[in-house]
């Protein structure tokens, strides 16, 4: 059975400036993966390429090592100098492939521990290489089973909990006081680039409304077309902040907008409804009093890069846990792609002795038919199928391992003896007499 | 000691120590849960399960020894024991309220082991049907309080370390009940209950009074303080919106002063 293998280069091994060098488009993978499997000794491959890594995964032919062509392969393909290219490649062979490959999958390998994205992307390539004719079986075995390794692992460790980018920690915050965000409206005040990013995020994950305030009406109406919004007037921030569940306040003032004498007025005229206010501003838009108010949650940035570095810890602190689940499923793939290099002979072995009893039971049965036997001449029909076809199967090997030169002979001895739980006794000088596999005798013959 | 006194001194059944186990390892495997490891969650739902299987048991089987839950205060304290387990485990199904299990398992434990193993004291001779309504409805009452209070108690310590930015604390890394959620099922809780504890205290008050008993007992006002407090909770809510932190505060309040009376009253049986 050939070896999996592994060429490429990630975000560990090459800055941006490298790995955009040897970045695939999409269109161009299929080609890509068309060529590797024709023009090297390459059975199955995929080609995975992100922001993050470009790698190949792939399935030597027998007896062949393709790493150093494939890396020759990636460099020619995309026109750059291996050279420039050599010191951030990789490559990995057998059980370190397998691993690596569980480990991208799992999110171990990526920039954020625990980001989702990656799967993904495997996927889309596994899907790219299914449509190309690139997969095989041994590649598809082993995609399938890093997907469920993934699952495995987001589901028995915390690696993929809590955001890790300051737009989903304004998600998870919102979530920690109002659980679901369906039907949450969102307010967002002034037209800063970051707080129209978190301020979509939270629409994409369920609040019902955005409106867009600003001192400029045009900037306000601007921002309200791109992420589809209504704009309101700035005079009306008071209803509007009455009306808000949640707040996103960017603007460039130099006092706070959101001040303690104003959130007075807001939070009696809400009856103390919760309500999430994230400042992104600096300097700040919201007075610190204000979040003394029954009902009124206040996160400034570096609130949320706070909740972001704890979130990021915590996923490495299980990546550990993770690392063990790997470990383990990389050693059971492993185990079974051994076993796939001996299924050929298994079922050659099977098929031969199911063949020669097929035989000699189709003989015995003949007879059988033809003529009717007494008990006893049955019983001994019985017994010289049997030994004949114990005779048939056991001619090849003993004939082969008589032949063995006296380097093979004991080494092929000891595999029989395991392979068939013997207990071979030593000091025997008795000649082993092996009987002719002849053709089985009618029982009228052996009466004679 | 009288032949009712002997009645209500029945010993724990074995399922009461199977329940006794099951809260600790209960306790212990949310504890668990709460330290990281996601995997013990269903484990530790089980055995609240159990505990709570166990529980109703134990309480049956002292109903078929004419021991029940309405014959005394001791009694009542072990079935509210079992309604907070319940609601809990109802509450679980739909959010996750692991550090809510740790002070509830604990609470539950502690309440069994009080109504089983404390000095039963004898039952009383003038306990009238009046009167064994009036502690089924209070002990229902209590427990619909209780697992309000047990709600509000999680609202505060997640409110607090939203507040403070404690975002390593653990009642933020559990992502348990969303505050705004808590506090809504915590008032719904305390709207179910008050009707149940009005009543109680209605027939409390009249069988106290065909008794011919002084209604100026600490217990009594206590249970009065209780009444006010949630009234209060309920007028503050519907009239001028209060939610939040100062409406699980007052709902802690009530339930204290309910917690008391059941105290005074245990004390009470005990030393007589």
């Known amino acids: 059975m050939s070896d999996l293998f592994v060429v490429g280069m990630s975000w560990r091994t090459a800055k941006v400036d490298v790995r955009e060098k040897l970045a695939f488009r999409e269109e161009e993978i299929t080609p890509a993966l068309r060529a590797l499997t024709t023009e090297l000794p390459v059975a199955e491959a995929l080609l995975i390429s992100t922001c993050n890594r470009v790698e190949v995964y792939g399935v030597a032919k027998p007896g062949s090592d393709p790493a150093g062509d494939v890396r020759q392969f990636l460099a020619h393909q995309r026109a750059v100098k291996l050279s420039d290219v050599a010191g951030a490649l990789y490559d990995h062979r057998g059980s370190d492939a397998i691993r690596h490959v569980f480990r991208v999958a799992s999110s171990l390998d990526s920039l954020v521990v625990g980001e989702a994205q990656i799967l993904g992307q495997l996927k889309a390539a596994y899907g790219v290489a299914g449509t190309a004719g690139t997969s095989g079986p041994v590649l598809s075995r082993a995609l399938e089973r890093a997907f469920g390794v993934a699952k495995r692992v987001r589901t028995e460790t915390t690696i993929a909990r809590g955001a890790a980018n300051v737009s989903s920690v304004a998600v998870e915050l919102a979530a920690h006081v109002f659980g679901n965000l369906a039907g949450k409206s969102v307010l967002v005040v002034g037209a800063g680039k970051m707080s129209s990013l978190a301020a979509r995020h939270l629409y994409a ?205 004991p080494l092929r001895a000891a595999i029989l003896a395991e392979l068939f739980g013997l207990e071979p006794q030593e000091g025997g000088d008795e000649e082993v007499v092996e009987p002719p596999a002849t053709e089985a005798s009618s029982p009228q013959k052996a009466q004679a | 000691m009288t032949e009712a006194g002997r009645l209500l001194s029945v010993a724990p059944s074995p399922a009461f120590w199977v329940a006794v186990v099951a809260y600790a390892a209960a306790a212990a495997a949310l504890l668990g849960v709460l330290a990281g490891n996601a995997k013990l969650r269903p484990f530790a739902l089980a055995l609240v399960g159990v505990a709570f299987a166990a529980h109703g048991t134990d309480i049956g089987w002292r109903g078929t020894m004419h021991v029940h839950p309405a014959e005394s205060v001791r009694e009542a304290i072990g079935f509210l024991a079992f309604i907070i387990t319940g609601g809990y485990l109802l509450a679980s199904a739909r959010y996750r309220l692991t550090l809510g299990g740790v002070v509830v398992m604990p609470v539950s434990l502690v309440l069994l082991v009080l109504a089983r193993l404390t000095p039963a004291g004898t039952k009383p001779e003038d306990l009238s049907t009046l009167g064994r309504i009036h502690i089924s409805l209070a002990t229902l009452g209590v427990g619909v309080f209780a697992l309000a209070s047990a709600l509000s108690a999680i609202y505060l310590v997640e409110d607090r370390a939203l507040r403070r930015k404690k975002f390593d604390a653990l009642a933020f890394k559990d992502r348990g009940a969303p505050l705004e959620s808590l506090d809504k099922l915590s008032h719904r809780l305390v709207w179910v209950g008050f009707p149940i504890f009005t009543v109680a205290l209605v027939l409390g008050a009249v069988w106290t009074s065909r008794l011919g008993e002084n209604l100026a007992r600490i217990e009594y006002v206590l249970a009065a303080v209780t009444w006010c407090a949630f009234a209060a909770l309920l007028i503050a809510r519907q009239i001028y919106g209060w939610r939040g932190k100062r409406a699980a505060k007052l709902t802690l309040e009530g339930f204290a002063a309910a917690l008391a009376v059941l105290v005074i009253y245990l004390i009470r049986r005990i030393v007589e």
């Open chain 1, 205 to 409: 994950n369920g609040a019902q409304r955005i409106v867009v305030t600003n001192r400029s009406p045009e900037k306000a109406e601007a921002l309200a077309a791109e992420i589809d919004a209504d704009a309101r007037p700035w005079a009306e921030l008071e209803k509007l902040l009455t009306e808000a569940d949640i707040v996103i306040s960017s603007t460039g003032a130099r006092e706070p907008i959101l001040t303690k004498a104003l959130f007075k007025k807001i939070t009696k005229a809400r009856r103390w409804k919760p309500m999430m206010v994230i400042d992104i501003a600096v300097p700040r838009d919201a007075e610190p009093a204000i979040g003394e108010f029954d009902g009124v949650f206040l996160f400034d940035i570096d609130d949320l890069d706070k909740v972001k570095k704890a979130n990021i810890a915590e996923r490495e602190k299980a990546a550990d846990h993770a690392s063990k689940i790997v470990e383990h499923e990389a050693g059971q793939f492993e185990h079974w792609l051994r076993t796939q290099a001996v299924v050929p002979t298994i079922r050659a072995l099977r098929d031969k002795f199911a063949q020669v009893a097929e035989v000699e039971v189709g003989k015995a049965l003949e007879q059988l038919s033809r003529k009717e036997l007494t008990r006893d001449q049955q019983r001994e029909l019985v017994q010289r199928v049997v030994q004949l076809v114990v005779n048939k199967l056991l001619h090849q090997p003993t004939t082969v391992l008589r032949g063995s030169s006296p380097d093979e002979g």
